[in-house]
């Protein structure tokens, strides 16, 4: 392993669920996984001496009193939501081979599903996203108030433009919950789901069906990221984070008025993060691709450059991104068809990929992964991690 | 002239002059100056500094606020505008139960409390009792005083205060807000840029910040100019033309306040300016949306502050779009008042400062239903409620009837049981509260309740087909609308007598020669005069339009006549020739009156 280089020596989660709630605190959820992720990298909470939390869910504070981390330094959180995780792989990465930590830890949880809703969390707390007085002025009067219209919209444009199907957006759904039917600990485990089904999904909005719609689910996940060097000392086998990067849409809050309405914070985010690592999308064994809706997905592969722009529709069709395709995408289910664990439980699943232990599920092989994140309006972040 | 020390009047104050010296003081003329000594001292002894006005009650004082007269407690607290009654804003304390009231009153002392409740008005600002009032359970906060400032101080006191206000009871119209239907959906907040924004969609202008230096339009507002670093801009009205860029059928809604309204679109717009916005096409089927479609702004009041941008498909506009001026090419669109719930009978349209009101049943000759009539009230309610409207033009459908009164199916079994038609308040009729200027546009038969409507209005232009008449009294009944009180005060008594006696109509040109309408048009020439004549008036100082009306209307006092003319007429209204007349008038055959 290169010198000066980080690496995630450890993952936790809890266990994903709806009814009847994980029946705990968004804190104490947390913390369970957080524990779960030292123990998994075999360092004890006082090691921990960096923490970032996501954002509007806890305090560096509060995870450090709890855990008992007595020698708290750096503490930070990034501000663009579903992004944040893995913008915060980045950000500890840095940390950890500045010296300004030994060790940080990434929580994420929440209870999607028996606390405040991921539908309603907007319009619950407008300043929970850069955009809240955007949307709070110019959109929620109009009915336009929630993520999936204000997605959907996008989706449209490219339908329009590009010729992209229903069936196509389907065929991303469909994968997710295939994926999810060979994780246990997926809350769409046992229920599988074919196209047909998926064509016969209500509308929510058009064109979006309940189906193209993440799940709400209680649930957290953690990983702990730290030096190259510190990792030798551990009993893990370390996956590298080669690289990150993030970026920002323009403008970031407000979507109607993009220029182009496609480029996301990926497409600033995606080329600087494979130049970074030396490598193209060609290299890329899986990719964890935050998946809040399916066109998301597809936008998502275009921007990063898995597929030229307006050929999405083409790449995600036809098996392509699933266990044993040309990149698997999302092997654990995702947010679709796993749970949503605000995209922290894609660099889990990467982990396990890259340390051969998903199991059924693995991707034969794997040597380097792709996660990404997406948040607000927007916004993108993106690692390749490596065995 | 006697002259009294500020040291007496300070006593006098406090109630500790002595008796001998009160009487001096009550025998002799008033000192100029009392006024000011007792405001001296008041002012003295408040513990803030704007200037007092008025003392109103030890404890309460109009003062000089900024830019307002407010009334103020000795604590600081303040209640708002000095014309509108302080008690609305207070705390209120209400003993309507014996075991309250008994806490004041002793024994037999006690009022009773099926009559009668004691309130007490609290201070929210420092918890004393400012007033108390016995009335009848129900009986609305009586506003003890309203003083004329103005006039005080300009004629009694010889210096008119600075920006002088209309002496007017804004209580009704703070009232009347409380009685509007809640929008019940999220709205902007009207805060910076978005205010103004929003401020220029009340005024029916869709405006955009465009850059003073490189001419860049944008919307979200924003501070500066992205494009060239530019802080100078302007608020540039856009063409209000756009093309439908993308949308989304909500059809399960994500926010509870738009539940009832599923499916809807939330429509995308590209303007003519490059800018876009979000918005609803709340006439398009949304199955019937289609990317590039050119749609076109209207305005929708959803309240009182807000109005929202919308958009309908621009082929749609030459369909439902408003009145075309004949001079002028066509006027601002129309807008529809959709605040308001009115029935498919009675349209309220509203441009360039002007509502337009149009009865809308040609197929009954506009009759009234007793909903319509309720409509009209409300309409006309919010007419006169809305800043922004000036003047009203009333007019009808088709081109046979402005209106024939009553809907006589409805509305007789109504009269004759005593329904009172939504007019309870016996010194009220129709309009007899609006006093922003109504002009009748008669594009027809005028009669019956369509007169009565008509004599509540100020300038009149009628078609020259147009006939007027009161022919109540041939079916036994009385037009008890007003038109007893109203009609002789408008036309000569002898002209007066010979319409509402005999009940024969009278035409257009006999209309015109007795005053009772302005002009006399060809038909197609109707509305646009009636328009022309609104345009007229709205060049005029709105304050000062509306305050001559309501000199001259309330001057006339016409109320006593109002409820005498209900006393009156309900014992013809009760009597059998009430009955027989309108039986007659059914079965088409002369009718047969007892005179009881």
Known sequence: ????????????????????????????????????????????????????????????????????????????????????????????????????????????????????????????????????????DYYIPFGFTAPPQWYAVIARRHMHEFGTTAEQLGAIAVAMRKHAQLNPAAVMCGKPMTIDDYMRSPMLADPYRILDCCLETDGAAAVVVTSAERARDLDVEPVRILSGASGQPYPADEITNRKDLFRTGLSIAAPEAFEKAGLTPEDVDFAMIYDCFTF????????????????????VSGGRIELGGELPVNTHGGLLSEAHVLGMSHITEAVRQLRGTAGRRQVEGAEIGVVTGWGDFGDGSIAVLAR | MAEFHKADVEKLIDGVLPWPAVQDMMKSAKDLDRFDKYVEI??????????????LTPQLFIVAGDGARVVKCRC??????????????????????????????????????????????????????????????????????LPDLDTFYREWLG???????????????????????????????LEGFTKDFYDFCRKGELRFQRCSEC?????????????????????????????????????????????????????????DEGVRLVSEVPDCDPDDLRIGMPVEVFFDAVSHKITLPKFRPRAAVGRTGGPVDRAGGPRTPMRARRTLELPDTIRYEVSDRVAVVTVDRPDALNSLTKD?????????????????????????????????????????PLLTSGDELGYEDHTKRQFSDVFKPIIGAVNGHCIAGGMEMLVGTDIRIAAEHATFGLGEVRWGLVPAGGSHIRVPRQIPWAVAMELLLTGDPIDAQRAYEIGLVNRVVPSEDLMPTALDMAARICRNGPLAVR??????????????????????????????????????????RPPEFRGR
């Not at chain 1, 709806?18 to 104490?28: A, D, V």
């Not at chain 1, 405040?116 to 969390?121: F, G, I, N």
């Not at chain 2, 093309?243 to 499916?263: A, I, K, Q, Y």
């Not at chain 2, 001559?548 to 409820?563: C, D, P």
């Open chain 2, 42 to 55: 008041l002012q003295e002894r408040v513990p803030w500094d704007e200037r007092i006005l008025l003392p």
């Open chain 2, 159 to 189: 210096r008119p205060l600075r920006d002088s206000v209309p002496y007017e009871d804004l209580t009704p119209a703070l009232v009347a807000t409380w009685a509007q239907p809640d929008y019940a959906k999220p709205v902007p907040e």
């Open chain 1, 296 to 315: 998301e997905v597809l936008q998502q592969i275009e921007e990063v450059g898995f597929c030229k722009r307006g050929e999405g529709g083409d790449f």
């Open chain 1, 1 to 136: 392993m290169a010198e000066g280089q980080a690496c995630i020596v450890g993952i936790g989660e809890t266990a994903f669920c709806r009814k009847p709630g994980s029946g705990m605190s968004q804190l104490e959820l947390q913390l369970r996984a957080c524990t779960e992720a030292l123990r998994d990298a075999g360092i004890s909470p006082a090691f921990v001496d960096g923490i970032m939390p996501f954002p509007n869910l806890g305090r560096a504070e509060e995870f450090a009193s709890n855990l008992g981390c007595e020698n708290l330094r750096f503490a930070s959180t990034i501000h663009m939501g579903g992004a944040a995780p893995v913008a915060s792989l980045q950000s500890a990465a840095a940390a950890v081979t500045e010296g300004l930590a030994n060790y940080v830890l990434l929580p994420a949880g929440w209870n999607g599903y028996s606390g405040a809703r991921v539908r309603q969390t907007v319009t619950a707390d407008l300043a929970s996203i850069p955009g809240g007085a955007t949307a709070r």
């Open chain 2, 215 to 271: 001419g860049t339009w944008r919307h979200i507002p924003r501070e500066m100019c992205a494009e060239c670093g530019s802080f100078e801009w302007e608020w540039e009205p856009s063409t209000g033309r756009g093309t439908v860029f993308s949308w989304t059928v909500v059809e399960r809604p994500l926010h509870p306040d738009f539940s009832g309204d599923t499916p809807y679109a939330a429509v995308i717009v590209e303007m």
């Open chain 2, 372 to 412: 319509m009539l309720t409509a009209l009230d409300a309409v006309f309610a919010d007419f006169n409620a809305d800043d922004d409207i000036w003047v009203a033009v009333l007019t009808a459908a088709g081109e046979r009837a402005f209106c024939t009164g009553m809907d006589l199916k409805e509305a007789i």
């Open chain 2, 76 to 145: 600081g607290h303040e209640f708002g505008d000095y014309r509108v009654n302080w008690k609305l804003s207070a705390l209120i304390y209400v003993r309507d139960d014996e075991e309250s009231l008994s806490e004041v009153y002793k024994g037999r002392e006690m009022p009773d409390p099926t009559w009668v409740q004691v309130r007490e008005y609290i201070c929210p600002g420092c918890g004393a009792q400012l007033e108390v009032e016995a009335v009848p359970r129900g009986c609305p906060p009586d506003f003890d005083f």
């Open chain 2, 547 to 588: 305050t001559s009306k309501q000199i001259a209307v309330r001057a006339l006092g016409l109320e006593q006549g109002f409820v005498l003319e209900k006393a009156l007429a309900a014992k013809v209204f009760a009597s059998e020739d009430a009955k027989e007349g309108p039986e007659a008038f059914k079965e088409k």
